[in-house]
Structure formats: C-alpha cells, structure tokens
C-alpha cells in the first residue's frame, strides 16, 4: 500500500512570496489534515479535511494560509504572503475514517523562508 | 498554551536496556493517547495507544502506561535496540464534536539515542 505523497520536499522562498504543498493521501482515505511542525515542537493541526469539507480549520492562519481539498482526494496547502515565522515542515496525514485516532504522515515539506 | 509536555528533550539508553519517555497532559477531557516515532526526514510513524480507560497497553518490546490520576503517561522500550533511536512524540486526542472527529495535540518530542 503506498503510503502519504507530498511534494515539494524543499522549498526555499524569500518572505513575501507565495508558496503551494501537495498532498496525496493514502487511497481510500476520507480524512485528511495538515500540521505545521516549527523546528523542536511537536506538530500543530492547522487544518482537517473529510472528504472535500472542512471539518476543523480554528488554528489556521487564515489571512495568509489556504488550503483545498476540491475531489475529496488530493489537497493543495497554500500560504500567501509567507513570513519568516513560517519556516516550519509542513505535514500532511490521513486516516481512513473520521473518527480515527491513528493518522498515517507523509514526509512532510521542509520550507525555509529567507 | 502547550497542553501535552515532553520534559525531557533527549535521552540516552545503552542497548539491551529500558529506555523510559515521559509525557504529562493537562487537559483532563482527553480520552486516548498515542506514541508516534519520526526518523529523520520522515513523517512521524504509529507506534503505540492507549485508551483512557486502560491503565497498560503491551506491543511486542513496547509498553505504554497511564495514570489518569497524575495524567502521566510514558513509554518504556525493553529491550532498546540501536534502531529504536528516533525522536518520540507523544499525543493526546479528544472528541472535537461529533462532525469533526478527533484532533491529535502532541508534545515536543524526546530524541532517544541507543548505543551499542
């Protein structure tokens, strides 16, 4: 079974600048969630998709971050302008229902904003 | 306002030996918890849950213990091998509402290392 895809796996930007993730979640897989993991934390849900619906987005920034989930499968993350506070990984996990507490992570991207 | 604490950032367990992680919670709604394991460069990996009702939970060389009273819960590898050295997080879930599912808070991490 493959497993969480994301891309891009590094990515350099100048503050300011826009930025998109990817995300491919494992197939057959309703719930999908986006964290922001900041070097020496804990990841940090911004965002959690069932389906195409959000279904809990309280702790994203939502004057510069956006995300979409249009056919229920892949998700797109993006911020627009990026800050310096935002150079964090960024991972992306589902899980085959919703009420599932055990979420299967993807690499994540490692984004660095100068 | 972190409400899942990993107190110690770091630890090192020679082979062969017990390996102990620590996690506090301060929220008293959660109901499970979970210990995820990251390599680097990779996402974080499933190990191990327990639910608020158990007090132990047994996999293999992996035990989790919770005391619901101390809201404590750690993690003990017995016997630690060279390859369990990853950093250890440890999360705590609870009903968001009945629409949203479960929304996992996890700590810090602890970075174990295991020498030969």
């Known amino acids: 079974e493959a497993g969480v895809a994301q891309s891009p796996r590094y990515k350099i930007i100048e503050k300011r600048q826009s930025v998109a993730f990817w995300c491919n979640p494992i197939s057959g897989h309703a719930t999908l969630y986006w964290y922001q993991q900041i070097l020496g934390q804990g990841p940090k849900l911004l965002i959690q998709?069932?389906?195409?619906?959000?279904?809990?987005d309280s702790q994203l920034p939502k004057d510069r971050f956006s995300a979409e989930r249009l056919k229920g499968v892949d998700s797109t993350l993006k911020i627009q302008p990026a800050k310096l506070e935002d150079s964090a990984v960024y991972l992306c996990?589902?899980?085959?229902?919703?009420?599932?507490?055990?979420?299967?992570f993807g690499p994540g991207t490692r984004l660095t904003v100068t | 306002d972190q409400q899942v604490k990993q107190n110690s950032p770091s630890l090192s367990v020679q082979e062969g030996r017990i390996s102990i992680l620590n996690c506090d919670y301060t929220n008293s709604m959660f109901d499970y918890f979970l210990w995820y394991k990251k390599y680097p460069a990779e996402g974080p990996t499933f190990l191990i849950s327990i639910s608020s009702i158990k007090d132990k939970n047994e996999d293999g060389r992996f035990t989790v213990f919770l005391n619901k009273s101390a809201k404590h819960l750690s993690l003990h590898i017995v016997p630690s091998q060279p390859g369990d050295s990853a950093v250890y997080f440890c999360a705590a879930s609870a009903l968001l509402n009945s629409n949203s599912g479960y929304a996992l808070n996890f700590g810090k991490g602890t970075s174990l290392l295991v020498t030969p």
């Open positions: 998709f069932q389906n195409n619906g959000v279904v809990d």
């Open positions: 996990a589902s899980s085959l229902v919703r009420a599932s507490y055990e979420q299967y």
